[in-house]
């Protein structure tokens, strides 16, 4: 059977059959073969099978290279080495099976990406799987997980990797509306509907008409606006504020929340037949600190991406073993927001485990076990405010988190920074 290798750096990172008569190989989504690096062509290059092998004809702006030499049509043998953008695809006649996930070496495994997001771990591979089955499908879903591990990039993906990918896509923080407009934002107004309405206003369920909305934060919805929801999912219809007739609307739902919904059901501040609405297809993105096999692969990344242009700046082994050991407790954004600051620090091209400054762990009670989660968010937030004296931007990068996520939390744990200025 012919495989490909795939290499990045000169490291092999995966191995997967070739099968078929006719392979595309780009960046489009219906590509056989996906890429994500902007400098490779929504449709790069197509291998057709000619006389028991394969004949490359490239279709890029940027050139496909075979054995480094610039290639418009040139028929493969065994042993040659595609060049597309930062890849090198290897071709070779083994008779191992192997399926995309097989990687050549454990240690040199640099990673998998799917759209905007990365990963090597299984948490994150069996996550891609799950996002790729649900793009496929007209489900709602909803993507359960803590703060800053990338549930908007994976509602981003499903979008993306689906029939609506050429339709809008409107992201909404449920947990950063004041609750006194949150109504008119989901559902839009009329005007005059009530005071300082003077226009129309079309909410974000008509402005994603025909494609995917993203409600962040779901658990932060008031009740009473939990029952408009449902309604408007159900029927697929909704009223303005203020309006006096229905409104078809073609939209599919994506959810997010950092909280226990089961948990909210049963105290009653999470109306239980919404919640089966929304749990249709659950996807649960983990914790950083329980994928620790993707912190150096993502450290690297925003690297390369927030180093200044036309410098090339690395981590020392030491600064990878830091990071490796530290538990992240702001997940991915955490990870970038060091990164950022290391490079500001660093005094040379090369990161030493000195210039990545994680935050120490919060030394209080949570860590005896004496408070539930609630509390221990809590307590975490007071502990960043008086650090930081009260500052908002500055705790939420303590934390981790974005700044409209900490507001919506110090609303909710009834938080007010002026005591800690």
Known sequence: MTHLIFMRDKEAVLKRPIEGNRITIGRDTTCDIQFTEPEISRLHCILERQNGFYRLTDQSRNGTFVNQKRSSEVSLRPGDTIGIGPWSLEIISDPTPATEETFVHEKQKKGISLCSMLGVSKAMRNAF???????????????????????????????????????????????????NLIESLLFGHERGSFTGATDRHSGVFEEANGGTLFLDEIGEMPVDLQTRLLRVLETQTLRRVGGKSDIKVNVRLIAATNRNLDEMVADGSFRRDLFYRLYIFPITLAPLRERRDDIQLLAKHFLQMLSPTGEQCSLSNEAITKMESHDWRGNVRELKNVIQRAILLSKNKNISAKEIECSPPIQTAVEMGELNLEDQEKWSIIDA?????????????????????????????????????
């Open 129 to 179: 799987q799950l996002i790729r089955k649900a793009a496929a499908s007209h489900a709602t879903v909803c993507l359960v997980g803590e703060s800053g591990t990338g549930k908007e990039l994976a509602a981003r993906s499903i979008h993306d990797l689906g029939e609506r990918r050429d339709k809008p896509f409107v992201a909404v923080n449920c947990g950063a509306i004041p609750q």
């Open 385 to 421: 405010l008086k650090k930081t004296r009260g500052n908002q931007a500055k705790a939420a990068r303590h934390l981790g988190i974005a700044r409209t996520t900490l507001a919506s939390k110090l609303r909710r744990h009834k938080l007010d920074t002026k005591n800690w200025r």
